[in-house]
């Protein structure tokens, strides 16, 4: 699951590149991906639209096992 994972988020990096920022994974558990905003997107005040309506709606689309996207500072 990890790989697929990623895989996703690599493929949405970019996006987050363009605006000066990036994003890590730190860990899977129960089903529940924690990632960590970096650069720009760590104090910008759309971060949480970015987190849920694009970051989680992807990985739940395309890795259905996920259950929820957290974000970890």
């Known amino acids: ?6 895989e996703v988020i690599n493929d949405l990096r970019p996006f987050l590149m363009n605006d000066g ?3 890590e ?4 558990e129960d089903n529940i991906v924690y990632v ?3 650069g720009a997107c760590s104090s910008c005040m759309m971060r949480q ?3 849920k ?5 992807t990985l ?4 259905p096992e996920i259950k929820e996207v957290r974000l970890v500072d």
């Open 60 to 63: 739940i689309e395309k890795v």
């Open 49 to 51: 639209f970015t987190l």
């Open 36 to 38: 960590r905003f970096q």
């Open 25 to 28: 994974l730190v860990k899977i």
């Open 1 to 6: 699951m990890e790989e697929k994972v990623l």
């Open 21 to 23: 920022g990036n994003i």
């Open 53 to 57: 309506d694009g970051i989680e709606k």
